[in-house]
């Protein structure tokens, strides 16, 4: 029998452990809004890409249609960049607000008031 590249689905059972092993520590980054790649675990230099939003991903398991681990690696990561595009937008929404608050008349404007210009 042909060795056979099981990878997807292996992985898709893996992910139902808490710990990931660390000699099988994924690689992963954002290409787009809604997709990622993954580097193979099994075949360097190999990559597959994920859609988060149609939840494809080009590797053989995703190609049948099953949840790989790719997609469960990249639905985590596209919620990690949620929280942090949150928290990113907050920060600057509260730093906006600031300025808002100092009504007074600044520079030209402020010496004008005070000559009754
Ligand atoms: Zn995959």
Redesign the pocket.
């Known amino acids: 029998m042909a060795p056979t590249d099981d990878e997807?689905t292996r992985g898709a059972s893996d992910m139902t452990q808490a710990t990931t092993p660390a000699d099988a520590k994924p690689t992963i980054r954002r290409t787009g809004r809604y997709t990622f790649e993954t580097k193979s675990r099994t075949r360097a230099g190999v990559t597959?890409t994920?859609d988060v939003l149609h939840l494809k991903?080009?590797?053989e398991?995703?190609e049948k249609g099953l949840r790989?681990?790719?997609?469960v690696l990249a639905l985590q990561a596209e919620q990690w960049y949620q929280r942090a595009e949150e928290q990113y937008k907050a920060h600057n929404t509260a730093r906006r607000r600031q300025p808002a608050t100092m009504t007074r008349p600044a520079g030209m404007a402020a010496l004008q008031e005070a000559f009754g210009a």
């Open positions: 997807g597959h994920q991903c080009s590797c398991a995703g790989c681990w790719h997609l």
